[in-house]
């Protein structure tokens, strides 16, 4: 299994107070996770992220899945001083390296439930834009928060776009269990690949994003 990181774990010994960012002074603590995104910090029970040309659609986004209650990812809370998002802390655990053979069955089907839980949110709605879905586009172990060992949470939606369900499936498959340098015998991949599809859900419901043009 890969070792995690605790989402709080400082990646630098030294902290920095700015009292432009934060009237009462508090830390900002370099997270580690993600592996896109530069200059991400914890302050307080925020994270505090650089803005970019996709944020409008990130925010609104966001937006839409805590209106709908989920829990799957990071609530937008506004913008800081320095022009930075200001999101939720979400509790857990993250990996900066893997080996696709490192992660068990429950792992693997935790992941793509997640997976399930963030297309249904968007599925057929407003933000998707007449697409099926809203796809993460990165759903790679490295932009995931596990709690107990297994996934619970995604971040890093720099990425999101709408889309067909079976992009967004067929890549994640693809970062989680074939991608690594060293993803373990065929067998093995093959199992693990078709543990991740039962556990997103039924064939017809994979097949949805196959839609005529």
Known sequence: ????TRMDQKT?????????????LEPEIPLAGG???EGVVRVGDTVRRPVGPHSPF???LLRHLADTGSDAAPRLLGIDPRGREILSFQQGATVTEFRARDWSPAQISAAAR???RLHDATAGTPVAGGEETVCHNDFSPLNVA?????PVRAFDFDQAAPG????????AAWLW??????AGPLDHQLALLRTFLDAYGPADERRRGRRAR
């Open 12 to 24: 630098e010994p030294e902290t920095e107070k700015d009292p432009e960012t934060d009237p009462e």
């Open 114 to 116: 997640l997976l399930r």
């Open 177 to 182: 269990l074939l991608g690594a340098d060293i």
């Open 164 to 171: 067909p369900r079976t992009r967004d499936l067929a890549y």
């Open 35 to 37: 592996r896109i995104t």
């Open 1 to 4: 299994m890969p070792t995690l």
């Open 146 to 150: 596990f709690v107990d060992g297994l």
């Open 58 to 60: 990130v925010h609104r």
